[in-house]
């Protein structure tokens, strides 16, 4: 405690899992397994979606970007994270936790705003497809996403600086595995009222707009297949919105309950769990989801595994 007592008044003590010894240890295992799962299926979808001639549409532009997006979400917070459950080092310091709070608000904002993009272009890709290149032209993709992380990051400055200036008074105990915004606000020794009203307006925008707008899409999406005499074509197009679908599904039930809940209804062990599969499994499942139900995507990943023997062969061949 004594060494706590010193890092704490220049940094932040992250607690964690810390009264818990044995689970610690078998979640540093977990952790770095699913991380290890969210470094290779991201990449490989990636590579395999710019290499592939086929896949140079704005669902795989999109796509691209969630995943690139998940990597840099993971790696922001995990590395931290195992430092922290594999030894009794449990501190983090001032500016490291800022920037790793920072981060955590712009790139989990993001992937709101991004899932509703990738809802409009399935929307335009399905309710009007001989319009569909014309609307969805590279200039307007990258327009979309410019605005998503600009907005993103406006959302993450305001919050967190509103967050950072809040009095401690001292405390900087954190019972949590990482910088969280509603564990930060927690340790404030003044009426937060103002923070949480602020955190629950933005999360209007943020989280319950962009939900609005996908079960819009999916609406006119539904009527759309619904109408179509094609069997083969309703098949195809709830393939192609499915794992959308399903990815909206666990990502929003997660970050719903998490963050638009009064602030005493959950447990403090299930407030952390919850983060845990919103911060780890979420990013390691979302490449399995995209390519199990894709076929155009198994086959690119297909041409990618080729390529990779190729070089191997290569490279035995040199030495």
């Given at each position: 405690?004594?060494q706590?007592?010193?890092?704490?008044?220049y940094g932040?003590?992250?607690?964690?899992f810390?009264?818990?010894?044995?689970?610690?240890?078998?979640?540093?295992?977990?952790?770095?397994?699913?991380?290890l799962?969210t470094l290779?299926?991201?990449?490989?979808?990636i590579?395999?979606?710019?290499l592939?001639?086929?896949?140079?549409t704005p669902?795989?532009?999109?796509?691209r970007?969630?995943?690139?997006?998940?990597?840099?979400?993971?790696?922001?917070?995990?590395?931290q994270?195992?430092?922290?459950?594999?030894?009794?080092?449990k501190?983090?310091?001032y500016?490291g936790?800022a920037?790793?709070?920072?981060?955590y608000?712009?790139l989990?904002?993001i992937?709101?705003?991004?899932?509703?993009v990738?809802?409009?272009?399935?929307?335009?890709a399905?309710?009007?497809?001989?319009?569909?290149?014309?609307?969805m032209?590279?200039?307007?993709?990258?327009?979309?996403?410019i605005?998503?992380?600009?907005?993103?990051l406006?959302?993450s400055?305001?919050?967190?600086?509103?967050?950072?200036?809040?009095p401690r008074?001292?405390?900087?105990?954190?019972?949590h595995?990482?910088?969280?915004l509603?564990?930060?606000?927690?340790?404030?020794?003044?009426?937060?009222?103002t923070?949480?009203?602020?955190?629950?307006a933005?999360?209007?925008?943020i989280v319950?707009?962009?939900?609005i707008?996908?079960l819009?899409?999916?609406?006119?999406i539904?009527?759309?297949?619904?109408?179509?005499?094609?069997?083969?074509?309703?098949?195809?197009a709830m393939?192609?919105?499915?794992?959308?679908?399903?990815?909206?599904?666990?990502f929003?039930?997660t970050?719903?309950?998490?963050?638009?809940q009064p602030?005493?209804?959950a447990?403090?062990?299930?407030?952390?769990?919850?983060?845990?599969?919103?911060?780890?499994?979420t990013?390691?499942?979302?490449p399995?989801?995209?390519?199990?139900?894709n076929?155009?995507?198994k086959?690119?990943l297909?041409?990618l595994?080729?390529?990779?023997q190729?070089?191997?062969?290569?490279k035995?061949?040199?030495?």
């Amino acid at each position: 405690m004594d060494q706590w007592n010193y890092t704490s008044q220049y940094g932040f003590i992250l607690l964690g899992f810390s009264d818990h010894p044995q689970l610690e240890m078998i979640l540093s295992g977990i952790v770095t397994i699913f991380y290890l799962i969210t470094l290779v299926g991201n990449t490989a979808i990636i590579l395999a979606s710019l290499l592939d001639a086929n896949l140079q549409t704005p669902m795989y532009f999109f796509l691209r970007n969630l995943s690139f997006l998940d990597l840099c979400f993971t790696t922001s917070i995990i590395p931290q994270m195992l430092v922290n459950l594999w030894g009794p080092d449990k501190t983090i310091g001032y500016i490291g936790c800022a920037i790793q709070l920072y981060v955590y608000m712009w790139l989990g904002s993001i992937e709101c705003l991004l899932l509703a993009v990738m809802s409009y272009d399935r929307f335009t890709a399905i309710c009007k497809p001989l319009h569909y290149s014309v609307i969805m032209n590279p200039h307007l993709c990258l327009k979309m996403i410019i605005v998503v992380w600009s907005i993103s990051l406006a959302n993450s400055v305001v919050l967190c600086t509103l967050t950072l200036n809040l009095p401690r008074c001292g405390n900087n105990v954190l019972d949590h595995f990482l910088c969280e915004l509603p564990a930060m606000v927690k340790l404030a020794c003044i009426d937060t009222t103002t923070v949480e009203m602020s955190v629950f307006a933005l999360g209007i925008v943020i989280v319950i707009t962009p939900l609005i707008l996908i079960l819009i899409s999916y609406g006119y999406i539904a009527k759309t297949v619904l109408r179509m005499k094609s069997k083969a074509g309703q098949r195809k197009a709830m393939n192609t919105c499915g794992s959308h679908l399903t990815v909206v599904s666990i990502f929003y039930g997660t970050i719903i309950y998490m963050y638009l809940q009064p602030g005493n209804s959950a447990s403090k062990d299930q407030g952390k769990f919850l983060t845990l599969f919103y911060t780890i499994i979420t990013p390691s499942l979302n490449p399995l989801i995209y390519t199990l139900r894709n076929k155009d995507m198994k086959n690119a990943l297909k041409k990618l595994m080729r390529l990779d023997q190729v070089f191997i062969k290569s490279k035995r061949n040199c030495k």
